[in-house]
């Protein structure tokens, strides 16, 4: 990873991450750093900011997707019609995102994930609790 400063700001502001590619694409870009030439790399930059707000409204729209049917369960009190194996692998899923928001210090991802955990983690009792009764 490269962070270079825009003008008149700190390091932090800006984020540039260079991705190496072995395709050749058209939205490949050449750029030139002093006498170093680059081919057959993508790059992306943008602000902090933005990009933190970018993983807060995507981590936001995900936990409200799963919010009706977390509700609809909660009100219902059944889970019949959900998978274990579905409830299992998102539940597993999840405390993986959370510890890996951990391990990078990243509350856009810690967050919302942590959130749908706890909507889904009574969904997974629920199911594992009643499962033979019909």
């Known amino acids: 990873m490269i962070v270079i400063p825009s003008e008149g700001s700190e390091p932090r502001d800006l984020l540039l991450i260079v991705i190496p590619s072995e395709r050749s694409e058209p939205r490949d870009l050449r750029f030139t750093f002093g006498k170093n030439e ?8 943008g602000s902090m900011f933005l990009v933190s707000l970018t993983g807060f409204a995507a981590g ?4 409200l997707a799963y919010l009706p049917q977390a509700l609809h369960s909660f009100r219902s009190k059944s889970v019949r019609d959900l998978s274990l194996l579905m409830l299992i692998s998102l539940n597993v899923g999840l405390v993986l995102w959370v510890g ?3 391990m990078i210090h990243s509350l856009p991802i810690i967050l919302p994930n942590a959130v749908t955990f706890f909507l889904s983690a009574p969904l997974l009792i629920m199911k594992l609790r009643y499962q ?3």
Do not use: N
């Open 60 to 63: 936001t729209l995900c936990t």
């Open 100 to 102: 890996y928001g951990f």
């Open 38 to 45: 680059t081919r057959g790399r993508r790059w992306y930059a």
């Open 132 to 134: 033979g009764e019909r």
